[in-house]
């Protein structure tokens, strides 16, 4: 049991280092249409994320799928940039999110997501015989501290829209033009072009 709590601790620390903040960028662009009173889509949303995460992380992991590292650096905060952008739209339009492109949303940017992590995880499995059960634990732990800091990001968007002036939409607009700009200096670090 030992190994499934050091590869959940993994997966936990993940999502919460600062260092590799566009995981938690992507989520705050993901569901930065949503209120609290949509937990359920939500919580199903960032499940679908972890989805995708997951299938791309193992294939990685296996060698089955292999991307020049530099492209999967411009790709991840290129879906921050576009779920943040698709986000905008959907607020304009209708106020909210938009569930019915989301969920896709969630697993196909979250097969880019998990390319990006495959190479330390790979070093890491590389003494282990079988790589099924951390690579479950590992994404356990994503998920449980996905939906952590996602909770702790609702909480804290319901404060500000309840005590301050800013209505949801507004500050569901701030969220997502400050994904945009971030992924935008994040695709430039990147140096891809």
Known sequence: ?????????????????????????????????YSW????????IVTAFTIGHSITLALSVLGILQFPSNMIEFAIPLTIFLTAAYTLISLRSTGTGNLAIHYP?????????????SNYLRSLLGKEESILWPLLSFNLGLEAGQLLFVALLLFLSTLI??????RFKDWATVLS????????????????W
């Open 37 to 44: 009173f949509r937990w359920r889509a939500i919580a199903l």
């Open 105 to 117: 949303m969630g697993v196909i940017f979250g097969f880019i997501h998990g390319m990006g992590f």
């Open 161 to 166: 829209v309840k005590y301050s002036p800013l």
């Open 1 to 33: 049991m030992g190994d499934f709590a050091l590869y959940f601790r993994l997966g936990l620390e993940h999502i919460t280092d600062w260092a590799a903040y566009d995981h938690m960028l992507f989520l705050v662009a993901l569901i930065a249409g």
């Open 177 to 192: 033009l400050i994904s945009m700009l971030l992924s935008l200096y994040l695709m430039y670090q990147t140096k891809f």
